[in-house]
């Protein structure tokens, strides 16, 4: 079964610095779909970025952008220029398509912004 | 605005007592879905509707229900609800086939059993 893994529950970074939040998966597909969302408290699901694994490059939106490393199954966030706004759980997922377009969540990490 | 419509935002049930969380999308999406959030363990799927007229359980469906009424509406009812049900509960939609998409989200539920 599909899993997706983030190990920091917490983490912190100061205005204007970068802080990259980690995800692993497991999965033995080898064409899918990894997602970073945004909850802020709101509570609002804001897509990120996504990153399709059969593309090479790494997926870059503004001031956010991803470290996709498929041998490892790996997919980390990194957060440049941090602003207050970024405060906010962050959520990788992870989506293999087919018939039912599932998508499988990390557990979340808890991003502080200090000013 | 177009997107998905979640009701109510906000519920406090006791005990066993039962309730229908309502859902509605105007994406002419083929795929809904409804998860609940609890500290700690994320989005967990409860339900899902591939497309009008299907419906599979998902990851945590014991306790619930659901019914796709149409290709916009699906409900997701609590029979007898339980404490161990405090959640937020979020509905989402899919296009079918278009999964680089990923999913649009309602703004979910925030539900008390007490």
């Known amino acids: 079964a599909q899993t997706v893994t983030q190990s920091q529950p917490e983490m912190s970074v100061q205005e204007a610095e970068t802080v990259t939040l980690s995800c692993t998966y497991d999965t033995s597909e080898s064409d899918y779909y990894l997602f970073w969302y945004k909850q802020p408290p709101s509570r609002q699901m804001i897509l990120v970025i996504r990153q399709e694994a059969y593309k090479q490059q790494n997926a870059t939106e503004n001031r956010f952008s991803v470290n996709f490393q498929k041998a490892a199954k790996s997919f980390s966030l990194k957060i440049s220029d941090s602003q207050l706004g970024d405060a906010a759980m962050y959520f990788c997922a992870y989506n293999y398509g087919g018939a039912t377009n599932k998508l499988i969540f990390g557990t979340g990490t808890l991003l502080a912004v200090q000013p | 605005n177009a997107g998905v419509t979640q009701t109510p935002k906000f519920q406090v049930l006791k005990t066993g007592q039962s309730m229908t969380l309502q859902c509605a999308q105007d994406m002419n999406h083929n795929s809904m879905y409804w998860y609940r959030q609890d500290p700690g363990m994320g989005l967990r799927l409860i339900y899902y509707?591939?497309?009008?007229?299907?419906?599979d359980k998902g990851e945590v469906p014991n306790g619930y229900n659901v019914s796709r009424l149409n290709k916009r509406e699906f409900s997701l009812r609590l029979e007898s609800a339980a404490p161990s049900q405090t959640s937020v509960y979020f509905c989402a939609s899919s296009a079918l086939g278009h999964t680089s998409y990923g999913y649009t989200f309602g703004s979910g539920t925030r539900l008390t059993v007490v």
């Open positions: 509707s591939a497309s009008e007229g299907t419906t």
